[in-house]
């Protein structure tokens, strides 16, 4: 009865309120450019939100992420997955299916790491694991490596309190650096790593550098991301959906631009910036993408394909791997992945038939 209640206290919040509130801010700061681009006035912009917002009760930028704007596009609403649905969609994806080992497994990062080395695949090296509330003795990241390390917890997801450190064996200092772009030294960092250890479980490997052929493609000295999503019917496995995810800066602000690359070829398409002006596709040198692809490209996919094998229960998996110079490494696993970017690169993802027909 609590949750029945809280359900309807916030549906009638979200109808009278939120919901308004929300599409009028997002059509103001989205809608003048899509206008430009299209022709389609504010106003009619506007309705569009509301109805995807009242009727379907689904957040307002979504409207843009998916492109309901465009003719025709309203009717494939219900093909697309939304985030608040994103838990039951995994769910519904695996049923009958005995998974909830194999997804602890791919959950717990460094088990899973353990069991893919020894399967023969390159998996990126844990130099030191960090129970929760272990007392560090931080001289002890100071010997690990003279390159940078990098810190996450070991049933993280999405980078949430992933961090780098960058050491100085001789000077006997470090400095730590987020992935929202703050930065501490000296008795901060310090202070930083003990609040960080004692919530969590972490990680400890070193920080893997890009392929010198895909340096040009972000200004930071920081790793790009290659995601490849596998998912798995009648015993084949098979790629669904791939993307690098780069990390720049534009104007001292971090971002992540989502590059779409073809699961065949290892070509680059064009790039998918919802939320960024074509500024900062310029910055990154990306006009000539498409007659690009990407180094180790087969080795990638196949490090991927053999990595579901791995948890052969499991409907959907999506791989995060590193393109160095030596070739790809596997860095984790998600089997709760979100459908945003592949969705914006896709479409709607209840189309696909690897989707049980019963969903």
Known sequence: MVRLFMNVFYFVRWVSFSGWRRSFTITRFLGPQIQKETGLSILRQLVGVLYLVLYYSVPPINYYYFKFYLPGRRKQILSYVYNLELPAFHVWCNQGRYVTDE????????????????????VVETLLYIHRGRQINHQVLLNL??????????????????????????????????????????????????????????????????????????????????????????????????????????????????????????????????????????????????????????????????????????????????ISESGPVLLEGNTNWDVVTPQIIKGGILNEAWIPSQL
């Open 103 to 122: 997804v602890d497994l791919v959950s717990n990062k460094y088990l899973f790491a353990q069991k893919a080395f020894g399967a023969g695949l390159p």
């Open 145 to 322: 490596s003279s390159q940078p390390l990098f810190c996450k917890p070991n049933r993280g997801s999405s980078g949430n309190g992933a961090f780098c450190i960058n050491t100085d064996g001789k000077l006997g200092t470090f400095k730590v650096s987020t992935l929202a772009g703050e930065s501490f030294g000296g008795d901060a960092a310090e202070v930083f790593l003990t609040r960080q250890f004692s919530r969590e479980d972490y990680l400890v490997e070193p920080f893997l550098n890009n392929h010198p052929e895909m340096a040009h493609l972000t200004n930071v000295l920081d790793t790009i991301v290659l995601r490849v999503i596998t998912v798995q019917t009648n015993n084949d496995r098979s790629v669904y959906c791939c993307y690098l995810e780069i990390p720049y800066q534009h104007e001292n602000t971090p971002f992540l631009g989502v590059c779409p690359v073809d699961e065949g070829t290892g070509f680059l398409q064009p790039l998918v910036l919802p939320l960024v002006g074509k500024e900062s596709a310029v910055l990154l040198n990306l006009d000539s993408l498409t007659t690009w692809a990407l180094p180790y490209w087969q080795e990638s996919i196949q490090i991927a394909l053999s990595a579901h094998k791995l948890v052969a229960n499991l409907a959907s998996v999506a791989w995060d791997i590193v």
